[in-house]
């Protein structure tokens, strides 16, 4: 039953329920309606009793006055009385066996029967001594008759009328609870759902291509949830696709600047080669060893030259490891050295002592650094300072990394759009405009934040913040040269 209910569309889920709360009012307002009914027509018996109720008491009066005067007219006047009622009692018969029953209505003839019979030999002088009270208490018993039916039935009535009060209470209640049973039940079947949807959207809008859990239902929410999650998967994919093609583009950058770096070791050892075989004879024994050891010396130079290349430019997984921001940065900068040298451009390296590890993919971030300071050269046509500093964020969660240039800045009509994918203001063949696009993503998916300031010709500032990971310990800041 569960799982049909799951598979029913939201619409009609909407209207079962909306079915159900109508049926309920219908049948409550039914219900009130009869009881309406009911009281109407038993106030309508009680004002019929009234009259019968008028007839005994004109019948009482007539009997007060022949108690009072003995006198024919007196005694006249109370056997039309009493004729009187017994029409009243025979018009009312129907109404009365309704209410009481058909006993009530033949004790109620009887005694008014005693009742004209004690009357008639009261007058006729037949009657004994206790004859003027025995008249008078059947008299006061045919009034309670009448009165006691009315009576009664004004209570009958009251008592209906306290239960259409608390069928109402009860109407109101079961509809209220009903109504808060259906927000509960959108709720949890439509705005949570839509909730975790909304949120999951504004992960991936941050770089965090995480897929919808928990929905369960088969309607058009758990449809949308399922088309997300295969959007997510997509983007993902794509993403990747964009970081595996924006390190391509740097990687391209970086390896016109390294095959220029290579050249002063390879010139080196040109030279300390040709230079050992022309003055070999005159050279001594530790002075062709000194040679032999420069040209070891260059031969490292190179390797390591070609070894932070191809690091760089290796395929890594997404695996996350705890890493020093620190040592991340001087071997970005040593990527881009060349680069630096060739612009006539100063870079600064002031890093935080023992900062606290962060747990990262330090292939990525690596690459989001060196784009970064990419970037910046390209921003110093005419040379400059590139400062980078790391250290702590102000409430201690983050390690920040901040890069400045003293480059041409960017305007701010273009500040908002350059994490845009494909933005670029270089000219055509200059930039794919996706390097900051994918950084922006890269340090979204860590949990970071990118931020930028920046005045047209003074220069700009990105700060990078990741979250550190726990355990790490914190340090002093010291000043170093990006150099080694």
């Known amino acids: 039953m569960y799982q049909r209910i799951l598979a029913t569309s939201i619409t009609t889920k909407l209207l079962l329920a909306m079915a159900a709360g109508l049926v309920f009012v219908i049948l409550m ?4 309606y009869a009881n309406l009914v009911t009281i109407r027509s038993r106030l309508a ?8 109720g008028v007839a005994v008491g004109e019948m009482r009066r007539a009997e007060k006055n022949l108690l009072l005067y003995h006198d024919r007219t007196s005694a006249d006047e109370l056997s039309a009385q009493i004729e009187h009622t017994r029409e009243a009692i025979r018009d009312k018969a129907a109404e009365l066996i309704k209410l009481e029953g058909a006993g009530y209505v033949e004790a109620l003839e009887h005694d008014v029967s005693l009742y004209a019979e ?3 030999s009261l007058v006729t002088g037949e009657a004994a001594a206790d004859g003027a009270d025995r008249l008078r208490e059947r008299g006061q018993a045919v009034e309670r008759y009448s009165r006691g039916i009315v009576h009664a039935e004004r209570e009958r009535i009251d008592r209906m009328i306290v239960a259409s009060h608390r069928t109402l209470l009860f109407s109101l209640v079961a509809v209220l609870g009903f109504g808060a049973a259906a927000v509960l039940v959108v709720s949890r079947l439509v ?6 949807i909304e949120r999951a959207t504004r992960e991936v809008s941050e770089g965090r291509f995480r897929p919808i859990r928990g929905i369960r239902s088969r309607d058009e929410i758990g449809r949308l949830a399922i088309a997300f999650n295969h959007m997510a998967e997509r983007i993902q994919r794509h993403q990747d696709e964009l970081v595996r093609a924006g390190r391509l583009a740097s990687l391209g950058t970086l390896t016109s600047g390294v095959a220029h ?3 002063n070791p390879l010139n080196n050892i040109s ?4 230079t050992f075989v022309e003055h070999y004879h005159a050279l001594t024994e530790d002075e062709r060893v000194e040679y032999m050891n420069e040209v070891d010396r260059q031969c490292e130079r190179s390797r390591e030259i070609v070894d932070n290349l191809l690091d760089f430019s290796r395929v890594r997984g997404s695996e996350r490891t705890r890493g020093d921001i620190s040592r991340l ?3 970005s900068l040593k990527l881009v050295r060349n680069q630096l040298d060739l612009g006539n451009i100063t870079a600064v390296l002031q890093t935080g002592d023992e900062l606290p590890p962060v747990l990262m993919n330090q292939h990525q971030i690596e ?4 784009n970064t300071f990419t970037n910046a050269v390209k921003a110093m046509p005419r040379g400059g300072t590139l400062r980078v500093t790391s250290g702590r964020s102000a409430d201690g969660t983050c390690i920040t990394v901040t890069v400045t240039d003293t480059g041409v800045g960017i305007p701010p009509e273009i500040l908002p759009r350059i994490f845009d994918p494909f933005f670029t203001t270089s000219e055509v063949g200059g930039g794919t405009g996706l390097g900051l696009s994918v950084s922006y993503g890269i340090i979204k998916d860590h949990g970071g934040s990118i931020d930028v300031t920046s005045e047209p010709g003074k220069g700009s500032t990105f700060v990078i913040s990741l979250p550190i990971d726990e355990g790490g310990a914190s340090g002093d800041r010291k000043t170093q040269d990006p150099g080694g």
């Open 29 to 32: 307002s039914l219900l009130y």
């Open 45 to 52: 018996l009680v004002e019929s009793m009234d009259d019968l």
């Open 118 to 120: 004690l009357a008639r």
């Open 191 to 196: 705005v949570v759902p839509l909730r975790r």
């Open 261 to 263: 770096e290579l050249n």
């Open 271 to 274: 030279m300390i080669a040709q």
């Open 329 to 331: 940065l001087e071997r």
């Open 367 to 370: 690459q989001v650094m060196v």
